[in-house]
């Protein structure tokens, strides 16, 4: 692999050229070269052993959040853009070349699944929307997913020997069941390891077991217990226990827990590549290259009719933003087909016509490794998206000039301590202030030539996001912050990052959707009217108030830091001042909102606040994605004998702050509920609109929340 990325030659080739060549070794080599001629992987072992581990990695590392709110998107692009391309794929099959409708239906299912690495890791390098990203991967994922089902249906149909209707209409029956069957077993083994986990105290044996058994034990039942999916449910539950999920793994094995299933992914990437090698068959593929010249072309044309098809349908989904025709097109020529493709191609049992669909699959994904993943870059650099946008390029020349400041301040303090001689720190001395005049030179130039007003804009916001967010990881560092306020507040400035940069506005909500709060609202009312859910409906509530309080103490300060570093940008002089002024009107907005929302909390429920307060000042670690221990749940030893909130004796059972069911202060009150006018209203006047045209586009469309989009 090392070599591979030295010789910038795809690993993926590289370990099938490898197995070619030890086939061929074995061939006319040594006897005790010969085991490798027999040597070959049942199909289930290809079933059950490398799908999990690939499919549970790929769920696992995608964000969920971002997931759940590109679903729609994703799933419209997904399961009917396959079912196109399989369908495109068996009719050019059949019509072509008499293929049988069965075994081209299948051809089509296999070949119809990609492999998004190569465009995801070309959209991080060239800075695409993030939300472009998680469209490729989702619907990868569900596409993978669905063409593991759909092949294991057409399988079935075409050993029962006959295709009617009354088969058809069975087989898609058994596509829905199998599909979201599988669903419903991910979910639930997802939702019972992720108790288990919240229970586990920085335990790295454990933690990284349980998603290791999750992830095939979930597939063993779904598939071979429950007759579902077993793919399905190991990516739905890769999806829950990397979102949900993760806020009750340990902060400290997080990461250790990430490059575990890297590592156990590669591998059986790995070994399906090699296990290409060794099984493909020259002489037989190039008999049959006029089946492969037809297949290819018959998957890019599938494919080419769902990207340009399809994706201008998606791009007008409520909730969704056009797709920019050149993403589309490194969209279609970065369809490759790698791992997933051959697993299901390995793993199918034997049957007359078996070894064609093998041959064909692996001819396909060699083809979009050699060809396609080669020329990637040259189609980059033709569409004119090599070039970094502007931001980028002005953020990192302002990063290297503030590290050369900071070098050029240290040079003294390090010739006095004798590191450096006089001769050596005057060297280095000057070639700092040489790299300084040269960098101060480039930007002037960048800011003279293509920095206009609306992209100025654009670059002083993105640079106060990029101080909340650094503020944001420092109070979780030391403990200031839970795990869950901090996963929101750097989703939600990524999300208005992401808006400016390229759509130059804010987003009208990040946190809280209208309709999420409405669902939430009805959900609550409709649990009171329960017997005996009061306490629990109360409990939810507060939960949520001491969340939202957090939260807002966290923005309050952030604003304030971005105040102070606003206020050193206007004096530096190093952006326009009318611009400095505007943004500085919203973070104004944004902070006394914020302080509103934290003064109403704490008029409502001094003792919480208080109990919050010295918690946060006892913390020392990150705290898991669970309640606080400054937000309890029951009367503890901290509040007196007596505890003042439901005057009982300490350590009886009660709702967490003032203001429960179980026994209200004569000053509580209820917390309030999220739809409320007291909730929703801002308490302070809306920043000015600024005189700018392109103002209106950098203001939230309706100011219904106390944060930015909410």
């Given at each position: 692999?090392?070599?591979?990325?030295?010789?910038?030659?795809?690993?993926?080739?590289?370990?099938v050229?490898?197995?070619?060549?030890l086939?061929q070794?074995?061939?006319?080599?040594?006897?005790?070269?010969?085991?490798?001629?027999?040597?070959?992987?049942?199909?289930g072992?290809?079933?059950?052993?490398?799908?999990?581990?690939?499919?549970?990695?790929?769920?696992?590392?995608?964000?969920?959040?971002?997931?759940?709110?590109?679903?729609?998107?994703?799933?419209?692009?997904?399961?009917?853009g396959?079912?196109?391309?399989t369908?495109?794929?068996?009719?050019?099959?059949?019509?072509?070349?008499?293929?049988?409708?069965?075994?081209?239906?299948?051809?089509?299912?296999?070949?119809?699944?990609?492999?998004p690495?190569?465009?995801?890791?070309?959209?991080?390098q060239?800075?695409?929307?993030?939300r472009l990203?998680?469209l490729?991967e989702?619907?990868?994922?569900?596409?993978?997913?669905?063409?593991?089902?759909?092949?294991?249906?057409?399988?079935?149909?075409?050993?029962?020997?006959?295709?009617?209707?009354?088969?058809?209409?069975?087989?898609?029956?058994?596509?829905?069941?199998?599909?979201?069957?599988?669903?419903?077993?991910?979910?639930?083994?997802?939702?019972?390891?992720?108790?288990?986990?919240?229970?586990?105290?920085?335990?790295?044996?454990?933690?990284?077991?349980?998603?290791?058994?999750?992830?095939?034990?979930?597939?063993?039942?779904?598939?071979?217990?429950l007759?579902?999916?077993?793919?399905m449910?190991?990516?739905?539950?890769?999806?829950?226990?990397?979102?949900?999920?993760?806020?009750?793994?340990?902060?400290?094995?997080?990461?250790?827990?990430?490059?575990?299933?890297?590592?156990?992914?590669?591998v059986a990437?790995?070994?399906?590549?090699?296990?290409?090698?060794?099984?493909?068959?020259?002489?037989?593929?190039?008999?049959?290259?006029d089946l492969?010249?037809?297949?290819?072309?018959?998957?890019?044309?599938?494919?080419a009719?769902v990207?340009?098809?399809v994706?201008?349908?998606?791009?007008?989904?409520?909730g969704?933003?056009?797709?920019?025709?050149?993403?589309?097109?490194?969209?279609f020529?970065?369809?490759?087909?790698?791992?997933?493709?051959?697993?299901?191609?390995?793993?199918?049992?034997?049957?007359?016509?078996?070894?064609?669909?093998v041959a064909?699959?692996?001819g396909?994904v060699?083809?979009?490794l050699?060809?396609?993943?080669?020329?990637?870059?040259?189609?980059?650099?033709?569409?004119?998206?090599?070039?970094?946008?502007?931001s980028?390029?002005?953020?990192?020349?302002?990063?290297?000039?503030?590290?050369?400041?900071r070098?050029?301040?240290?040079?003294?303090?390090?010739?006095?301590?004798?590191?450096?001689?006089p001769?050596?720190?005057?060297?280095?001395?000057?070639?700092?202030?040489?790299?300084?005049?040269?960098?101060?030179?480039?930007?002037?130039?960048?800011?003279?030539?293509?920095?206009d007003?609306?992209?100025?804009?654009?670059?002083v916001?993105?640079?106060?996001?990029?101080?909340?967010k650094?503020?944001?990881?420092?109070?979780?560092s030391?403990?200031h912050?839970?795990?869950?306020?901090?996963r929101?507040?750097?989703?939600?400035?990524?999300?208005?990052?992401?808006?400016?940069?390229?759509?130059?506005?804010?987003?009208?909500?990040t946190?809280?959707?209208?309709?999420g709060?409405?669902?939430?609202?009805?959900?609550?009312?409709?649990?009171?009217?329960?017997?005996?859910?009061?306490?629990?409906?109360?409990s939810?509530?507060?939960e949520?108030t001491?969340r939202?309080?957090?939260?807002?103490?966290?923005?309050?300060?952030?604003?304030?830091?971005?105040?102070?570093?606003?206020?050193d940008?206007?004096a530096e002089?190093s952006?326009?001042?009318d611009?400095?002024?505007?943004?500085?009107?919203?973070?104004?907005?944004?902070?006394?909102n914020?302080?509103?929302?934290?003064?109403?909390?704490?008029?409502?429920?001094?003792?919480?606040?208080?109990?919050?307060?010295?918690?946060?000042?006892?913390?020392?670690?990150?705290t898991?994605?669970?309640?606080?221990?400054?937000?309890?749940?029951?009367?503890?030893?901290?509040w007196?004998?007596?505890?003042?909130?439901?005057?009982?004796a300490?350590?009886?059972s009660?709702?967490s702050?003032?203001?429960?069911?179980?026994?209200?202060?004569?000053?509580?009150k209820?917390?309030?509920?999220?739809?409320?006018?007291g909730?929703?209203?801002?308490?302070?006047?809306?920043?000015?609109?600024?005189?700018t045209?392109?103002?209106?586009?950098?203001?939230?469309?309706?100011?219904?929340?106390?944060?930015?989009?909410g």
């Open positions: 692999q090392a070599l591979s990325k030295r010789t910038r030659f795809p690993f993926t080739v590289a370990l050229l490898v197995g070619i060549l086939d070794a074995a061939r006319g080599g040594p006897e005790w070269m010969a085991p490798i001629l027999e040597f070959e992987l049942p199909p072992v290809v079933f059950f052993v490398f799908l999990p581990a690939l499919v549970f990695e790929s769920s696992f590392n995608m964000e969920a959040r971002a997931l759940k709110e590109n679903l729609s998107p994703v799933l419209s692009l997904a399961v009917p396959l079912l196109i391309s369908g495109l794929v068996a009719a050019a099959m059949h019509l072509a070349v008499g293929m049988e409708w069965p075994m081209a239906l299948l051809l089509g299912s296999i070949l119809s699944a990609t492999d690495v190569a465009v995801i890791a070309l959209f991080q060239l800075g695409a929307p993030k990203t998680v490729v989702g619907e990868s994922l569900f596409n993978d997913a669905t063409a593991i089902v759909l092949s294991k249906v057409v399988l079935g149909l075409m050993l029962a020997g006959t295709l009617t209707t009354a088969v058809l209409l069975e087989g898609a029956l058994e596509f829905l069941l199998v599909f979201f069957g599988g669903l419903a077993v991910g979910w639930a083994c997802a939702a019972v390891v992720g108790l288990v986990l919240g229970r586990v105290e920085a335990d790295a044996f454990i933690e990284i077991s349980l998603t290791l058994v999750l992830a095939y034990f979930a597939f063993i039942l779904a598939e071979d217990v007759g579902t999916s077993g793919v449910a190991t990516a739905i539950s890769g999806i829950m226990i990397g979102g949900w999920g993760k806020r009750k793994i340990s902060p400290e094995l997080a990461e250790h827990l990430e490059h575990f299933w890297d590592y156990l992914a590669g990437n790995a070994l399906v590549f090699l296990m290409v090698g060794l099984r493909v068959d020259l002489g037989a593929l190039l008999g049959s290259l492969l010249l037809l297949a290819i072309l018959a998957m890019l044309g599938s494919r009719l990207i340009y098809g994706i201008p349908i998606v791009g007008r989904l409520p969704t933003d056009p797709i920019d025709r050149r993403y589309q097109t490194v969209m020529w970065g369809g490759l087909r790698g791992a997933i493709a051959l697993a299901i191609a390995l793993s199918l049992p034997p049957f007359e016509g078996r070894e064609t669909i064909l699959t692996m396909a060699l083809f979009t050699l060809v396609p993943g080669l020329t990637m870059e040259w189609l980059v650099s033709a569409l004119g998206l090599h070039v970094p946008p502007l980028d390029r002005l953020a990192r020349t302002e990063g290297l000039l503030s590290a050369k400041r070098t050029l301040g240290q040079i003294p303090e390090l010739r006095e301590g004798g590191l450096f001689s001769r050596i720190a005057e060297t280095i001395g000057e070639r700092c202030r040489e790299d300084i005049r040269r960098m101060r030179r480039e930007l002037g130039e960048m800011r003279e030539r293509e920095l007003v609306e992209e100025e804009r654009k670059l916001f993105l640079r106060c996001f990029a101080e909340e650094s503020l944001y990881y420092t109070m979780f030391r403990g912050l839970s795990e869950w306020a901090f929101d507040l750097s989703h939600s400035i990524e999300l208005q990052t992401e808006a400016i940069r390229h759509e130059g506005r804010l987003p009208e909500y946190l809280h959707p209208p309709s709060e409405r669902l939430e609202t009805i959900l609550h009312r409709v649990l009171e009217q329960l017997p005996g859910t009061g306490g629990a409906v109360e939810l509530r507060a949520r001491a939202d309080y957090e939260v807002a103490w966290a923005r309050s300060r952030a604003s304030r830091k971005v105040l102070r570093e606003l206020d940008l206007g002089e952006a326009r001042s611009i400095v002024e505007e943004i500085r009107a919203f973070y104004e907005y944004w902070h006394a914020a302080r509103s929302r934290m003064d109403q909390t704490a008029e409502q429920f001094p003792e919480f606040v208080a109990s919050t307060l010295r918690g946060r000042r006892s913390r020392r670690r990150p898991r994605g669970r309640f606080p221990r400054a937000w309890p749940r029951r009367c503890s030893t901290r007196p004998r007596t505890c003042a909130t439901c005057g009982r300490s350590g009886r009660c709702v702050i003032p203001g429960s069911s179980s026994g209200r202060s004569p000053s509580s209820r917390p309030p509920r999220r739809s409320s006018p909730w929703r209203s801002a308490s302070v006047p809306a920043p000015p609109r600024p005189a045209s392109s103002s209106a586009r950098a203001r939230p469309a309706t100011p219904s929340t106390w944060w930015p989009g």
